[in-house]
């Protein structure tokens, strides 16, 4: 099974777009051609501007949905720096490993 991959895109305007794909090639030749997300149909020339690998699907759609509640000031940034994205990935998981243990003993105490 392929690794998923989180990808930001610039769109000719200057907008950017966030996806997820388990091949970014692929998936972005599917956007070019106007196949896959509708957001993006009549907005080309679109540029690849980073991926990163993620892990799982449950994963990656959690990356894509905290770099798409971003202000645009916060993604340019986050596209420029590849350690910044590794970053957010990194929080996205600690949250996700916090939520699976459940409530811990101040989470108790607070009661």
Request: proline share 5%; hydrophobic share 35%; aromatic share 2%.
């Amino acid at each position: 099974m392929s690794e998923w991959q989180v990808y930001v895109l610039r769109c000719q305007g200057g907008g950017l777009y966030t996806g997820i794909a388990t091949d970014v090639n692929r998936r972005l030749s599917e956007h070019r051609s106007g196949k896959g997300a509708k957001a993006l149909r009549g907005k080309g020339p679109l540029s690849l501007l980073i991926t990163a690998p993620v892990g799982n699907r449950s994963l990656a759609q959690r990356v894509e949905a905290r770099i798409k509640r971003l202000p645009k000031s916060q993604k340019e940034t986050l596209v420029g720096m590849p350690a910044m994205m590794q970053e957010l990935i990194d929080s996205v998981v600690q949250d996700v490993a916090a939520s699976e243990e459940g409530p811990t003993d101040e989470d108790n105490k607070a009661e």
